[in-house]
């Protein structure tokens, strides 16, 4: 199944004692990167989440984000070490009694010392368990809304393909005309050619030059190759797996005979087909681009 690389997915799943929200934002990139963003309770999860998310995707910019709640009854609550604050007030008094200068603790100096309060502890498991479960929901999101924009793209590309091959068929049919008219014409430039040459012209370099002009007229190469390209490309948007890559090389040899065709244009027909397939191949390019 095609799939493009640009799709958002959003999942939400509750539990006892909270919820979990996961964010994917995906867009296209030669290989998977994932961008995580976790709270500190969930980092322990980064190595399974990459394990799952390359399970699902092959290729991709992928920032996911993950936020929770808890609910009210399991909101972490404030405990006091009544034990550190009460040395740290004997110490106090007993630098002040030694120094006789000098200002006590504030509030605020007294909160930042370590240890003196903490957070009542909590069970994170069953968010921990969560987190995955919604992680895995939000990845088969993901890529049903990559496979829906693929199929799109698929339409796209094969219908720039058969107007390519429309193309091709015009040229085929438009050739042995251009060739009878080519002919015509070197061969009045020739006969001139050879009224001002003497008898001792060099034959050999007339014949380089007719042989060049020959090969110039020959497209049949290009014009195979590109069937053959296109062929692959039907072909190619019918695997099952990752095809971005292999579509993006068949856009560069595709590009490539176009190029070679039009430097052999010998007639301004040829040379407007020639240039509606360049169009055509790089708008296929762009299309591909966002393939996976």
């Given at each position: 199944m095609l799939r493009s690389m640009t799709a958002f997915a959003r999942v939400q799943e509750s539990c006892d004692i909270g919820t979990i929200t996961w964010e994917l934002r995906s867009?296209?990139?030669?290989?998977?990167?994932?961008?995580?963003?976790?709270?500190?309770?969930?980092?322990?999860?980064?190595?399974?989440?990459?394990?799952?998310?390359?399970?699902?995707?092959?290729?991709?910019?992928?920032?996911?984000?993950?936020?929770?709640?808890?609910?009210?009854?399991?909101?972490?609550?404030?405990?006091?070490?009544?034990?550190?604050?009460?040395?740290?007030?004997?110490?106090?008094?007993?630098?002040?009694?030694?120094?006789?200068?000098?200002?006590?603790?504030?509030?605020?100096?007294?909160?930042?010392?370590?240890?003196?309060?903490?957070?009542t502890q909590r069970d994170m498991s069953p968010l921990t368990s969560l987190a995955l479960k919604c992680l895995e929901k939000a990845l088969v999101q993901l890529v049903?809304?990559?496979?829906?924009?693929?199929?799109?793209?698929?339409?796209?590309?094969?219908?720039?393909?058969?107007?390519?091959?429309?193309?091709?068929?015009q040229l085929r049919e438009h050739r042995p005309l251009m060739v009878s008219a080519m002919h015509e014409k070197w061969k009045t430039n020739l006969n001139e050619k050879m009224q001002q040459w003497s008898e001792q012209a060099d034959q050999g370099r007339l014949e380089q030059e007719l042989a060049i002009l020959a090969q110039k007229l020959d497209v049949d190469e290009e014009l195979d190759r590109i069937d053959?390209?296109?062929?692959?490309?039907?072909?190619?948007?019918?695997?099952?797996?990752?095809?971005?890559?292999?579509?993006?090389?068949?856009?560069?040899?595709?590009?490539?005979?176009?190029?070679?065709?039009?430097?052999?244009?010998q007639d301004s027909l040829t040379t407007k087909w020639?240039?509606?397939?360049?169009?055509?191949?790089?708008?296929?390019?762009e299309q591909v681009q966002n393939i996976e």
């Open positions: 867009v296209n990139h030669r290989y998977l990167e994932l961008g995580l963003k976790l709270p500190e309770d969930f980092k322990l999860l980064e190595s399974d989440i990459r394990k799952l998310t390359s399970q699902y995707l092959k290729r991709g910019k992928i920032d996911a984000g993950l936020r929770y709640k808890l609910d009210g009854a399991e909101d972490a609550g404030i405990i006091i070490n009544e034990d550190i604050l009460r040395q740290l007030r004997q110490v106090e008094q007993q630098i002040l009694n030694i120094v006789h200068e000098g200002r006590k603790l504030s509030v605020a100096d007294i909160l930042s010392w370590p240890g003196v309060i903490t957070d049903e809304t990559r496979e829906s924009e693929g199929k799109a793209l698929g339409k796209l590309i094969i219908s720039r393909c058969k107007q390519i091959s429309d193309i091709v068929r053959t390209h296109i062929a692959e490309v039907g072909k190619v948007l019918k695997r099952k797996e990752a095809v971005g890559r292999r579509l993006d090389f068949l856009m560069q040899e595709l590009n490539r005979e176009a190029n070679t065709l039009g430097s052999k244009s020639t240039v509606d397939l360049k169009v055509l191949i790089e708008q296929m390019r």
